[in-house]
C-alpha cells in the first residue's frame, strides 16, 4: 500500500478488481473489516472507510448479522465505469509518451495491430 | 469523542521546558501516534496524561477528570513505558499477575497467549530478562490489559522483527474486536504509518503537527526534475526540503500544487516518515535562525 491515492481507496478498488475478474461472484460474502484490517495490516478504521466507500457506490450491501455482499448487476455496473475512465486512465498517457517519442497516433494503432498479431 | 485533553500544558525543569503550551485531544477508540525526535517532549506529555507529573501550568484532562492520584481514571489507562522497572524479587509471571490485578478488562487467556507467542520465560527474575524479553512483558501487558486508554512509549526496544510485526498484527487485530484510544510513541514510523489514524507530532516541547493519518498523505510530494521546472511547479508552496545535484532537483513540497505542468517532472507521494522528519527538521531550522531554540539539536540532527 504505497501509491498516492488515499488507502481507503486503494483497499475499495481491490474489492472492485476482485468483482470484476469474477473472484468475489456476485452474492457471495466480501471480506470484512476487520479482515481487510488484518490482511494489509491497516487501521480498521481505513478498511471502513473502503467498505462503506463501496456501499454507497452501490457495489456492496449489508445483510444483517451476516456481513457485506455482493450485489446482482455489481459487475456489469463496475466494467461500466471503468470502461468510461479508459480513455482517460491508459489512453490519454499512451499517447502522451508516443508523442514524447515522436510517434503519432496512426504508428500507435499500427503498433497495437501488429503487437495483437504477435499474440 | 476527546477522551484525553492537554490545554495550554506546560512542564519547566528549571529552565528547560520539556513540554512547552501544548494542547492536543486523543478521540475515543483512535489509534494516534505521538512522535518526535528524543527528548522531543513526548514521554513528558505521557506522565503528564497518566497521572505520573504534575504540570507546571495548563490543564489535562482524562476522562473529563485530572488523572493525579484519581485512583478511578488510572485504573482505565495503562501506560507501557521503555524504562519501566519492576521489583528485585518478581520473575515475568508477577509482573503479569500484577497487571491482572490493577486491569479490570484484562484477558488472561490473550495474555497467555502471547507468553507463548513471544516466548517469554515466565520463571526466570524480572531482571535477568533479556532487553527483549523485557519489551514483551510491557507489550504482553499493555494488550492484554485491554484498557480504554493504552499508551506504547517506544514498547520495542530489543524486540526484532518478528516479534514487533507479532506486536502489530495482535494490536490490529484485537483493537478490531476491543476498539480502545491507543498512543503508540515510536521512531519506527514506517513500520506504524498504516496503523495509525490520527498523528502528532511534538518537537522541542511544541507541537508542529496534528492531523490525520489520510490528511497528511495527500498534504504533501515530492518533486524532481530539472530545477527551473521543478522551482516553476512548487512556487508559492511552502518547500520543507530541498536537494540540488547539477540542473537536477529534488523538493518535498506541503499541499500539492494542482493544474500545472508535469510533463517533465516525477511527482511521487511522501511517507509518513519523510514528511514527519523533513517538517521537524524544518521547525528546528527555524527555531535555529530565529536564535529561539532552547539548545537542543542543531536543526540538522539525524532522526533518531
Request: a negative charge; charged letters at 25%.
Amino acid at each position: 500500500m504505497d501509491d498516492a491515492r488515499p488507502l481507503f481507496q486503494q483497499i475499495a478498488e481491490q474489492i472492485e478488481d476482485s468483482i470484476i475478474d469474477g473472484s468475489l461472484p456476485e452474492e457471495s460474502r466480501a471480506p470484512s473489516t476487520n479482515e481487510l484490517a488484518a490482511f494489509h495490516r491497516i487501521n480498521p478504521a481505513t478498511a471502513a472507510n473502503g467498505i462503506n466507500q463501496l456501499v454507497a457506490d452501490g457495489l456492496l450491501y449489508k445483510k444483517r448479522g451476516v456481513g457485506m455482499f455482493v450485489p446482482a448487476g455489481a459487475r456489469e455496473k463496475l466494467v461500466e465505469r471503468r470502461q468510461e475512465a479508459f480513455g482517460r486512465s491508459y489512453i490519454a498517457p499512451l499517447l502522451a509518451e508516443a508523442r514524447r517519442l515522436e510517434m503519432d497516433a496512426e504508428d500507435v494503432k499500427k503498433m497495437i495491430d501488429a503487437w495483437r498479431d504477435d499474440q | 469523542m476527546s477522551v484525553v485533553s492537554l490545554r495550554g500544558v506546560t512542564k519547566r525543569y528549571g529552565d528547560t521546558r520539556a513540554v512547552d503550551d501544548v494542547s492536543f485531544d486523543l478521540h475515543e477508540n483512535r489509534i494516534h501516534g505521538l512522535l518526535g525526535r528524543n527528548g522531543a517532549g513526548k514521554s513528558t506529555a505521557m506522565r503528564m496524561l497518566t497521572g505520573q507529573e504534575v504540570p507546571t501550568s495548563g490543564q489535562v484532562r482524562v476522562f473529563g477528570e485530572n488523572p493525579y492520584e484519581n485512583a478511578d481514571v488510572l485504573s482505565r489507562v495503562c501506560f507501557i513505558k521503555e524504562s519501566q522497572r519492576y521489583p528485585d524479587i518478581f520473575v515475568a509471571r508477577h509482573a503479569l499477575e500484577a497487571a491482572a490485578m490493577v486491569f479490570p478488562n484484562w484477558d488472561q487467556d490473550f495474555a497467555d497467549r502471547l507468553v507463548e507467542e513471544f516466548r517469554l520465560p515466565l520463571k526466570s527474575r524480572v531482571r535477568k530478562l533479556s532487553r527483549g524479553q523485557l519489551s514483551s512483558v510491557g507489550v504482553i501487558i499493555g494488550l492484554a490489559a485491554r484498557a480504554p486508554v493504552t499508551l506504547f512509549d517506544e514498547p520495542y526496544l530489543g524486540l526484532d522483527a518478528v516479534a514487533r510485526q507479532a506486536f502489530y498484527d495482535h494490536l490490529i487485530a484485537d483493537y478490531a474486536e476491543h476498539p480502545r484510544t491507543i498512543v503508540l510513541s515510536t521512531h519506527l514510523i514506517d513500520e506504524v504509518a498504516d496503523i495509525i489514524e490520527h498523528v502528532t507530532v511534538i518537537d522541542r516541547g511544541r507541537i508542529v503537527m496534528d492531523d490525520s493519518s489520510e490528511n497528511l498523505r495527500s498534504q504533501a510530494v515530492t518533486v524532481s526534475g530539472p530545477t527551473k521546472a521543478v522551482e516553476q511547479f512548487s512556487d508559492g508552496h511552502e518547500v520543507l526540503h530541498r536537494e540540488d545535484l547539477g540542473g537536477f532537483t529534488r523538493v518535498l513540497v506541503s499541499g500539492v500544487p494542482t493544474g500545472r505542468d508535469t510533463a517533465s517532472l516525477q511527482v511521487e507521494p511522501v511517507s509518513l516518515q519523510q514528511l514527519v522528519v523533513r517538517t521537524t527538521q524544518f521547525h528546528d531550522a527555524a527555531l535555529a535562525g530565529s536564535g529561539n531554540g532552547n539548545g537542543k539539536g542543531n536543526g540538522k540532527g539525524a532522526w533518531s
